[in-house]
């Protein structure tokens, strides 16, 4: 009796059809084995290709960082954290500690009437969210110029459904607070010494 033959039997006996299936055995294991793993890597391949990568460790160009943000929003908060998370560069104390300073001037969020109904009621809003900000050294060197972030979202509204869209407008409130912070964070990479 085979190996095959042994595992086949152990596993369902009698039955022909998954005998012929696991009668391979461990030589034709290794040629599926590789097949999917060359599949996989052309996969990959083509992934990478077209600029898709994993969100992993950012490639900062200094070596520590302070964040000035307007203190007591939720925004600054999730900047800090997502900073310091991304680079593994350290957030400094203060300015004059860090190589660069991360200078966010201004947070704000807008929300205007996109459509109105045949009734004249509200159909749709515009929410946007604009940060503007820029990397300077504690000279005043700027590493990264004054730069914009502008992330815009629309949804439906109806008035028979109030609690439930102002719940929405608050989930695209914080979805689009952590669109702007992870744009910021790609767009430090950027950042250079001036020469």
Request: aromatic share 6%; charged share 25%.
């Amino acid at each position: 009796m085979s190996w095959s033959d042994r595992v086949t039997r152990a596993v369902v006996p009698g039955d022909r059809s998954i005998r012929r299936r696991v009668r391979m055995g461990p030589r034709g294991v290794g040629i599926v084995a590789r097949a999917a793993r060359v599949g996989a890597l052309v996969f990959l391949s083509v992934l990478a290709g077209c600029g898709f990568h994993l969100r992993g460790q950012a490639n900062y160009s200094f070596k520590s960082i302070f964040v000035s943000s307007p203190p007591g929003i939720p925004f600054t908060s999730e900047l800090r954290r997502s900073v310091e998370g991304a680079g593994g560069v350290p957030l400094a104390a203060a300015a004059d500690q860090a190589e660069v300073v991360l200078e966010v001037n201004s947070v704000t969020e807008d929300k205007e009437v996109l459509s109105l109904s045949s009734g004249g009621r509200v159909a749709e809003f515009l929410l946007s969210t604009r940060v503007m900000f820029r990397v300077h050294d504690h000279v005043g060197n700027d590493w990264l110029p004054t730069s914009e972030v502008l992330i815009r979202r629309s949804y439906t509204y109806n008035d028979t459904e109030a609690l439930a869209k102002e719940a929405q407008e608050q989930r695209l409130r914080r979805e689009m607070q952590s669109d702007a912070v992870q744009q910021i964070v790609r767009r430090l990479e950027a950042a250079h010494k001036p020469a």
